[in-house]
């Protein structure tokens, strides 16, 4: 039989958790005026350094992509992907992955990878800052 308190902790370890979300709208909007834009095929991220001790991350996907179910099933994927990649991101950027129709159709080792390569290049770009 399964215990409760075993599966919450383990889901726990494997979260996605609050203070890594961007939340408010003002937030968004700082990240898509301020931030620099990256094509990713099927995405496309925005990237704006924030300064603080960790990253947040925000997802957006527009009605165009198709219905609600739809719409949740790729902000799910992403969600997963950059769960599995937000400690190679390292601290300090606020990021907004805004999906085009193409992510629908798109098989999650693609999205996988499209996030782990941006992660890379934001992580990259940051070491860069700090040396120079």
Known sequence: MRQHGD??????????????????????????????????DFLLAF??????????????VPRA?????????IKRRLRESVRKHLAELGPGWDIVFNARQGAKEADFAAIDEAVRKFFLSC????????RS
């Open 65 to 73: 992509a198709g219905g609600s179910v739809e719409r949740n099933r």
């Open 7 to 40: 599966s919450k902790s383990k889901c726990k370890r494997f979260g996605f958790p609050k203070q890594a979300r961007l939340l408010r709208t003002a937030d968004f909007r700082k990240v898509y005026d301020n931030g620099r834009r990256r094509n990713l």
């Open 123 to 130: 992580a990259r770009s940051e070491r860069r800052t700090v």
């Open 47 to 60: 990237a704006l350094e924030n300064g603080a001790p960790e990253s947040r991350i925000g997802f957006t």
